[in-house]
């Protein structure tokens, strides 16, 4: 099945055709009309340079009238093996079709609400019929059942026309055409986008990514350059300080030997504040006492760190050089 984007927004026209692999383009003066275009001409030649299939409205009351029209456009520089001339179904419509597939241009006959509409347009030459399938269903219609007797009717008879799925709203949508076995699906863009998503999807991604980063990264790699320290004279306060300002929820004691003698955890501010009430913020890291830290060399991988994490129930390490503090590491750091 071919994917066509359905737009006249120049912008996001750009931004769908860098995937690469969108066969073409259908726009309707209604896009251009709400995308407040003013120079209809100078938007399709500038489309024309862009994507690979332009597909543009022919209007006219006559068959003669749309094949002028058809022809003017054409001169304005387009490529007429690049450009499909789309045409609302009518008796006049489907004689105008038969007009430009005598003179070699490429027809898309739209606007079918009917299979007999269908028949016409495959029987005049029409290289797309096109039904719609949005505005069929806002009407209470089978709109699924239409186009799957289209497809049927070119297998049958053997016509040369593609069947269009076009009026696409939601992602549906897509994998109805897919079952039915249209040639060719025309998708807004803000639909088009959806059509890879999937939060199972996403969700193994993410832990891939995560398991990969555990397995190739460094605990180095991942500190943020803050390395939150208090000494043994320094206050509580100090180190609720030294914590706000990190971000962690830990600083680092240092001892008077200048080596690593514990951590300070939010956890055992709570714990003091509850033991000692209002005087606790003013104690010393010297009055305290310190279980031996829990530490981890920057040299390690990330995988080492997550089996801390989770063998001790915390949420933070001390990341160390040697001997030397360098920083720490959060549990959402392995994220």
């Excluded at 300080?241 to 200048?258: E, I, P, Y």
Aim: glycine share 8%; charged share 25%.
């Amino acid at each position: 099945m071919e994917l066509y984007l359905d737009s006249a927004d120049l912008e996001e026209i750009k931004e769908a055709f860098g995937l690469g692999f969108i066969k073409g383009l259908t726009t309707t003066p209604t896009f251009m009309h709400r995308h407040g275009v003013t120079d209809i001409d100078g938007l399709i030649v500038e489309l024309s340079k862009i994507v690979p299939i332009l597909q543009i409205e022919a209007l006219g009351d006559t068959a003669e009238e749309i094949l002028a029209e058809a022809e003017r456009q054409l001169a304005l520089g387009l490529d007429i093996d690049k450009t499909v001339f789309k045409i609302p179904v009518s008796l006049e419509g489907v004689k105008a079709c038969k007009l430009l597939k005598d003179k070699g241009f490429k027809v898309n006959v739209h606007l079918v609400y009917t299979l007999q509409q269908a028949y016409m347009a495959m029987e005049a030459g029409a290289d797309y019929v096109c039904p719609l399938v949005g505005r069929l269903q806002d009407q209470g219609t089978d709109a699924l059942d239409l186009v799957a007797q289209c497809v049927d009717a070119v297998e049958t008879y053997g016509y040369d026309s593609k069947i269009m799925f076009s009026s696409v709203r939601y992602p549906e949508h897509i994998r109805n055409a897919i079952n039915i076995g249209v040639h060719v699906c025309t998708v807004p863009w803000k639909v088009m986008k959806q059509l890879t998503s999937n939060h199972f999807t996403e969700v193994g991604i993410s832990q891939f990514v995560e398991h990969t980063k555990l397995m190739t990264v460094k605990v180095k790699d991942v500190l943020s350059g803050k390395n939150p320290t208090v000494t043994m004279g320094d206050s509580v306060t100090d180190a609720l300080v030294k914590m706000t300002a990190s971000g962690f929820g830990c600083v680092a004691v240092m001892g008077n030997d200048g080596k690593l003698a514990g951590t300070f955890t939010d956890g055992d501010l709570r714990r003091l504040v509850e033991a000692d009430g209002e005087g606790a913020i003013s104690k010393k890291m010297s009055d305290l006492s310190f279980n031996s830290p829990i530490t981890i060399q920057g040299d390690v991988l990330l995988h080492d760190a997550s089996l801390l994490f989770h063998e001790k129930g915390i949420d933070n390490l001390i990341v160390l050089n040697g001997d030397e503090v360098v920083g720490q590491i959060d549990i959402q750091d392995l994220k």
